[in-house]
């Protein structure tokens, strides 16, 4: 499933890299607002290395990009990206919604008949 230019290739991208709580919370961050990839490692109890492999992570799934400022990093969110994902979860989501009344619906009709052939 295709949507808005949303491969099964990148889909797999975003939802592995979104898949990790750190991940998860520095893309919240960086939606907020634009940080440096060091001002993101204070903020966690791990090395700045390893901050930047979870941006790499990140930006190998386009969810963020980085652009250079003076001497720092700066990461953002993609937004574009988060969209497409979204619009993704949202065909899902319409997918099963629609088979639950299908399935209510075929329900429904079996014990109709049901109550046909059964009179109290």
Known sequence: MVVDG???AEADRVFHAMADKTRR????????HEQSVSSLSRQYEMSFAAV???VAVLEHAELVGKHRQGREQIVRANTSTLRRAVELLDSY???WVQRAKQITELLTSEKGEADDRHPL
């Open 6 to 8: 949303l491969s099964e």
């Open 93 to 95: 989501e319409q997918l």
């Open 25 to 32: 919370d520095i893309l919240a961050r960086v939606v907020l």
């Open 52 to 54: 930047q492999k979870h």
